[in-house]
């Protein structure tokens, strides 16, 4: 059984497996760089190390200082969270090779799913469905054939990293050299790898991803689905679950395909299996071998602790529950609160003045922050996360309207008023959205 866990992670993550942890009654271990010094999961964990000034690759990268704070600590596990390390096979490796617990996938799945090729390869073999596409690698010498093959509008993307950068929409033969020079000028410079690959682009897809659970044995569950439409510049912001679009029978069914296809291939720990939505038909992106920033919606309609079964499994324990078990209750919805300006979203990095998280029935906030705490600009924007639950989608967004009112942040920009302006829209309210409809509102209202 783990011990005492090392979180390799900062902010609302790290603060949210550190109750994990406590929960179960395991010994914590907080790293942090030198601008988090006075971060609540700091003040709240058993010990802390600090691993280096504020620069992430000195610090919450540098896999030498973690490892060394695990020794240093007697840390016998890592969880990693979210972003930072968490998808490095390299650093679970090291941490295997060292007898300490990498709390997530083997290094080897962490591969597998981390390049959208062999993912998207893997995928189909695992009998998911994919949306049609190249059937890997794509140079600019035979971009043309591949394309017209799929047909246009297509999609280049890069095979490694995330989050936007690397793709580029070719919607005519004419755009097409151009995409995909960007495409792959874009990949180098933010992933140091420059290879692309080609997909259909789909005009007016929902993004839909299900999350499963493996005890890395041939056993898995899924956990229904979370529809993360709302989206800008490929960022998520706002996420519910279920999806409005799905009926029970789809969910079910999409959701068995990837339990099934998880224990095929004795996938271990938690993961997410992501697609877009189209006309009925789901079209397998890539796969997420963490957790996720919306786990607590899943939560929420399931009752199931996600970080729990994450350190369970880790600890050679298995599932704490068969597919059958699993009961799906109402709706929720998640609010991604970034410390940003709500109309330009720069970030907006300083001292919170007031702070005042709103409470009730169904309402969950997730943040490390605090009044006095003072927002580093060294990292990523997201300052908490504002969860709520109802027995419906309307008592949902009820609740959700009241609970924003409730709201307090003062002393910096933040995006608040972004979901104030969405819960009264009547688009939102009935669930008629997809990937796109963010953007186009956003800059509809900004004319």
Known sequence: MISKILIAN????????????????????AVHSTADADAMHVRLADESV?????????????????????????????????????????????????????????????????????AKQTAQELGIPVVPGSDGEVKPENALEVARKIGFPVLIKATAGGGGRGMKV?????????????????????????????????????????QIVGDG???????????????????KVWEEANSPALNVDQRMKIGQVCADAMKKLKYRGAGTVEFLYENGEFYFIEMN???????????????????????RVASGGGLSVRQEDIVFSGHAIEC??????????????????????????????????????????????????????????????????????????DGIKTTLPLFQDLINNQDIANGDYDIHWLEKHLAATSE
């Open 10 to 29: 900062r902010g609302e993550i790290a603060l949210r497996v550190l109750r994990a942890c406590k929960e179960l009654g395991i010994a914590t271990v």
């Open 50 to 118: 600090c691993i280096g000034p504020p620069p992430s690759r000195d610090s919450y990268l540098n896999i030498h200082q973690i490892v060394a704070a695990c020794e240093i600590t007697g840390a016998d596990a890592v969880h990693p969270g979210y972003g930072f390390l968490s998808e490095n096979a390299k650093f679970a490796e090291i941490l295997e090779a060292h007898d300490i617990t990498f709390i997530g996938p083997t290094a080897e799945h962490i591969r597998i799913m981390g390049d959208k090729i062999t």
């Open 170 to 210: 070719a919607r005519s033969e004419a755009d097409l050299e151009e995409a995909v020079a960007t495409a792959r000028t874009e990949a180098l410079a933010a992933f140091g790898n420059d290879a692309v690959y080609m997909e259909k682009y789909l005009s007016k897809p929902r993004h839909i991803e299900i």
């Open 217 to 235: 044995a041939g056993n898995a569950v899924h956990l229904g689905e979370r529809d993360c439409s709302l989206q800008r510049r490929h960022q």
């Open 289 to 311: 071998t963490r957790l996720q920033v919306e786990h607590p919606i899943t939560e929420a309609i399931t009752g199931i602790d996600l970080v729990h079964e994450q350190i």
């Open 336 to 409: 991604r609160i970034n410390a940003e300006d709500p109309r330009t979203f720069v970030p907006s990095p300083g001292t919170i003045t007031h702070f005042h998280a709103p409470g009730g029935l169904g309402v969950r906030v997730d943040s490390g922050a605090y009044q006095g705490y003072r927002i580093p600009p060294y990292y990523d924007s997201l300052i908490g996360k504002l969860i709520v639950h109802g027995r419906t989608r309307v008592e949902c967004m009820m609740r959700l309207r009241r609970v924003l009112d409730e709201f307090v942040i």
